[in-house]
């Protein structure tokens, strides 16, 4: 699924100017266009979002459910917390909490590219960049941003998880940067550094240290921000 043609020892010195890298054309193309292909139409997403304090998650129909001021509720809590730096709201699907018995097929490749993105092949690819050598294995979420959904700042350091780096494999097409749904990083401070818009196969990789955010999606957006994200860990699965 790699590019054979990446440069292994230019994106690892890259990289090792700051603990951040993009890498642009990074799967075959055939296997990208299929992946966007598949992600917009193929995966049984969740809400998922932090009210109160709790980590939350409904289903489509969960929240088609919902009576207006229902909604408007939960809505004001999600957006309250956010107001202050805290939270998230977005629709996303866990992998490795999968049906094994599915018959969609696109759904069932999906699942084919998360367990490559646990393969060898790939790990190998990673350390090779990074210089991480205990990067055992990967955990992963599709995630679908649409207007209003966004990612507050934070660092990705869980301690039991073991994260080295996060990622982010981006299958967003002609995504145009005033949609928002940028991911943003910070100094520790708060101060906004660099940000990143979302491209059409590519991966963003970063170390946990990195203060980051997702930022809130436009209503005027006429895509979905579409990407595989997670973290590499020093974890066997």
């Known amino acids: 699924m790699l590019n054979p043609d990446l440069d292994r020892e230019a994106l690892a010195a890259k ?10 054309n990074i799967l075959q193309p055939e296997i990208a266009e299929r992946i966007h292909s598949a992600l917009k139409s193929s995966v049984p997403v969740r809400y998922i ?15 088609g459910a919902l009576k207006p001021e229902e909604l408007r509720e939960m809505q004001a809590k999600i957006f309250g917390a956010a107001s202050k730096g805290v939270g998230f709201y977005y629709c996303g699907y866990m992998m490795g909490q999968r049906e094994e018995d599915t018959q969609d097929e696109e759904l069932k490749f ?5 367990e490559y993105v646990n393969s060898d092949e790939l790990l190998s690819f990673i350390r090779d960049i990074t210089d991480l050598d205990d990067v055992k ?22 301690g039991d998880e073991q994260r080295r780096l996060a990622f982010v494999f981006g299958f967003s097409k002609n995504w145009h940067p005033d949609w928002g749904g ?10 906004p550094r660099e940000s990143w818009a979302p491209t059409f196969n590519s991966v963003s990789m970063f170390e946990i240290r990195h203060v980051h955010s997702v930022t ?9 921000r579409l990407s595989l994200t997670g973290w590499f860990r020093a974890k066997e699965r």
Do not use: C
Request: aromatic share 12%; glycine share 6%.
């Open 182 to 191: 940028l991911l943003q990083f910070f100094e520790d401070d708060g101060t």
């Open 110 to 114: 999906l699942n084919s590219v998360f």
């Open 49 to 63: 979002m932090n009210i109160e304090g709790k980590n939350e998650t409904r289903t489509p129909e969960e929240m």
């Open 137 to 158: 294995s990967a955990a992963a979420q599709y995630t679908r941003y649409t207007p209003g959904q966004f990612l507050t700042r934070h660092r990705d350091e869980v």
């Open 15 to 24: 990289w090792r100017e700051d603990g951040r890298l993009r890498i642009e």
């Open 216 to 224: 809130f999606v436009t209503p005027y957006a006429l895509e979905p």
